[in-house]
């Protein structure tokens, strides 16, 4: 939309400037609210700013979960239709939404200066000063190098005028944009001069916070989910804006079965040969027992719970929805839930490395109290026993052997020793020569992973293959800044997918239990120098098992990269190897490109067959099969 600039004024040099359409009073009716979309622009970038105090903060802190009016500004511009029309029209929509209570909770303005050399926080703040309010914010940056990124992102070029000797002059050359970004961080709306306008901008404002739940009970939650590729329908009814889920609806849970012990031993570019121990060969009908088995619900104490109920497929095969798990009648389990993509290269298992192989591990989960809830080993051969579905089953895939303790634990371990992913794109350059398979950021990545970073010295890469992760355990300071009761003022309550709620910590320690301690490897050794340990995890197909860290603590492949940045959490076991970086914005940009490049190219197919598995549980068994004889222990 364009609205017509149809008045004038004489400019500082003496020439006739033509008046934005805030000036003249224009009759423009902005549409009504919700009677429209704003597509997503891409996404609001972030960058160090300083505050009018001089703190120093991250501009996405600073957006608090709000809908953002963003305008880059210099103090001492004179330009009619440039930074004193945006101060101008800002200080309009903030008279606007005074007497609008849900608006003015969930709108946030800021001024940036691209001027740093001369818009010092002191001068900022004198620029504010009775303009500003809780809902205005007026920053600056440390410095042009600071400032350069954040611009470069936001398209916002500026230009400093020379004098007649060439030596630069305090005025900027610059075209003014204002952006307005939503609560996921999304750009929504880019103002220009012809249609920079209060009631516009609070019409677009509230038709974009129309897609979020309010802020007072919930907000959208970001994590890294791309979507795959295969079509199909996605659950609805939670997400929003922010928030995409990668579940499926029950009707969209089909696919077609693959076979999965030629995926698995056909060598992929990047992994090295699949390791099948000698007592666990590798057969078709092994990993179909395995598989069923895996999506089996009656494998829980009370028929509901799955091992693919936490690891969900579509999902990276953990669960990009719940920073920890829930198992068994909704108890809460203490960790993140580990991604089974390539665990059949793992030497240690769970994030504590208590166990070395994957036969062996598949008891911790049946067992536990708090994820299948079993009460023994004899209770759930004697329930698979009962089943007439499994009768005959592990007989002919164990040469006579039924359900036991070491046949249930190969057929399991079998289905998971299927799930390799390789051949990413970064694999098809780094080992294939194939200089088109990565993107110029990802490349940048990779340069920084190996070096300034030093993410090599956990995340291995060799000669021939990478399997990013030296199978040791480390200390990041993580679990020692969780131990010490380190916290912020709120925890964030997940309330469904993609929506949670901030609960004062006083109100949860008066309603709920303590948290379990979590000390990592110690453990399981008992050695105070082995605290706060836990496994270096793969980073293949990470970026589609977010959140991440053994607690899910962090939500996106940004917030990782940041939290390396800063050098983990000091404490006196912190790992030797981690030291804040120094990175700038375009580093940590570089290196996120360069993590999703190593997502896998049969994701997809993997996926697939998961959807054509069967999910066992009651309603699937035999009808002749009594309810009383599943409780015959």
């Avoid at 309010?214 to 979507?227: C, K, S």
């Amino acid at each position: 939309m364009t609205l017509a600039l149809n008045a004038s004024v004489e400019g500082a040099t003496g020439e006739t400037e033509i008046l934005a359409p805030f000036y003249t009073g224009s009759e423009y009716e902005p549409p009504a609210v919700g009677s429209y979309r704003l597509p997503p622009l891409g996404e609001a970038a972030d960058g160090a700013v300083l505050t009018a105090d001089g703190s120093a903060q991250r501009l996405h802190d600073l957006f608090d979960g709000k809908a953002v009016l963003l305008s880059f500004i210099y103090s001492s511009c004179s330009d009619v239709n440039g930074c004193p029309l945006a101060t101008a029209v800002m200080y309009q929509v903030q008279r606007q939404i005074a007497d609008d209570p849900a608006l003015r909770e969930r709108f946030q303005m800021i001024s940036l200066s691209f001027d740093p050399v001369y818009d010092t926080p002191e001068v900022m703040s004198l620029y504010g000063k009775g303009l500003g309010s809780d809902n205005w914010k007026f920053l600056t940056t440390a410095s042009e190098q600071e400032l350069a990124p954040i611009l470069d992102a936001y398209g916002q070029t500026i230009i400093r005028d020379l004098d007649e000797q060439g030596e630069p002059r305090p005025s900027l050359s610059h075209i003014l944009r204002v952006f307005l970004i939503d609560p996921a961080k999304q750009i929504r709306n880019i103002y220009s001069v012809s249609f920079l306008y209060p009631e516009l901008i609070v019409n677009d404002a509230k038709t974009a916070l129309a897609e979020f739940p309010a802020a007072d009970t919930a907000v959208a939650q970001v994590t890294e989910q791309p979507a795959l590729s295969s079509a199909g329908d996605y659950k609805g009814g939670y997400d929003s804006g922010a928030y995409r889920t990668r579940s499926r609806s029950v009707t969209a849970r089909s696919g077609e079965p693959a076979d999965l012990v030629a995926l698995a031993t056909t060598p992929q570019l990047g992994l090295p040969p699949l390791p099948v121990p000698a007592e666990n060969a590798l057969t078709p009908e092994r990993v179909e027992l395995g598989r069923k088995l895996f999506f089996d619900r009656r494998l829980s104490l009370n028929d509901t719970f799955s091992c693919a109920m936490c690891h969900i497929p579509e999902q990276g095969f953990t669960s990009n929805e719940m920073a920890t798990a829930v198992g068994f009648e909704g108890r809460s389990v203490r960790r993140n839930t580990p991604s089974l993509y390539n665990v059949a290269y793992l030497r240690r298992l769970f994030h504590d490395g208590r166990e070395d192989a994957l036969e062996q591990q598949v008891w911790g989960p049946l067992l536990a109290r708090n994820e299948m809830a079993n009460p023994s080993v004899g209770a759930v051969l004697r329930k698979l026993r009962q089943m007439p579905d499994y009768a005959g089953r592990f007989e002919a895939v164990f040469d006579g052997r039924g359900p036991g303790m070491e046949t249930l634990g190969q057929a399991l371990a079998a289905y998971q020793r299927t799930l390799v992913s390789g051949n990413s794109p970064f694999d098809r350059w780094h080992f294939g020569g194939d200089e088109t398979a990565l993107d110029a950021s990802a490349k940048r990545g990779y340069a920084l992973f190996a070096g300034k970073a030093g993410c090599v010295s956990c995340h291995s890469v060799g000669q021939e293959q990478a399997l990013f992760t030296d199978q040791q355990l480390h200390n990041t300071g993580l679990g020692y800044h969780n131990s010490m009761g380190i916290r912020a003022p709120k925890k964030r309550v997940t309330l469904a997918p993609g929506v949670f709620v901030d609960v004062d910590w006083d109100i949860i320690e008066d309603v709920g239990e303590p948290p379990p301690a979590d000390l990592g490897l110690y453990e399981i050794t008992q050695d105070p120098n082995d605290r706060w340990k836990y496994r270096t995890p793969s980073l293949r197909n990470v970026a589609l098992s977010a959140p991440y860290m053994h607690d899910g603590s962090l939500g996106t492949l940004e917030d990782v990269v940041r939290f390396y940045d800063r050098g983990g959490v000091p404490n006196p076991l912190l790992d030797p190897r981690l030291r804040p970086l120094g990175l700038s914005d375009r580093e940590v940009d570089d290196l996120v490109a360069f993590l999703r490049s190593l997502t896998g190219s049969n994701v997809d197919t993997l996926v697939s067959d998961a959807f054509a598995a069967p999910v066992g549980d009651i309603t699937g068994a035999d009808p002749n099969w009594a309810h009383e004889n599943r409780l015959e222990y």
